[in-house]
């Protein structure tokens, strides 16, 4: 019997992650093109800008995690804006067993890859209903797009620290 089979291992917390709800707070879509009275065969070039947020609620162990997309389409010759699409899209979470270290990048990563199908469905389904064909979006690398964020606020730290 080897010495430490007898001892229990310390256990790691157990993590529990619900999503309790998912909506979407605000949404604004633009049909350029048809209000120009335009139409034909244009070929869009998409651009797709992605902004995260993250906040505690009131209510113990629950949090708000929310993709903040801004898409606009341009004719790729860019001499027409196609259609402006903004989509705040926000889950509400109720998360137990995260350090409080490890709970920042938790909302910034995991909520949102959560809620990103769901995000994905409503984009391709607004831009099909307005008209177009459906904006399929690329799966979003969230770790990525959080340490660019964080290499981005400490790089505004260095330079603030530099001007005073």
Known sequence: MAENEGAAAPQAPQIKMNVL?????????ENILAQKGAQGDVQPDVQVQVNLDARKRAADNQYESSIKLNVTSKSKDGSATLFVLELDYVGIFQIEGIPDEQLHPFLLIECPRMIFPFLRRIVSDVTRDGGFPPLNLETIDFVSLYR???ARRQAEAGSQKLDA
Not at 21 to 29: A, G, H, N, V
């Open 21 to 29: 709800t998912q909506y979407i707070r605000d949404m604004s879509f």
């Open 148 to 150: 660019n964020e964080i």
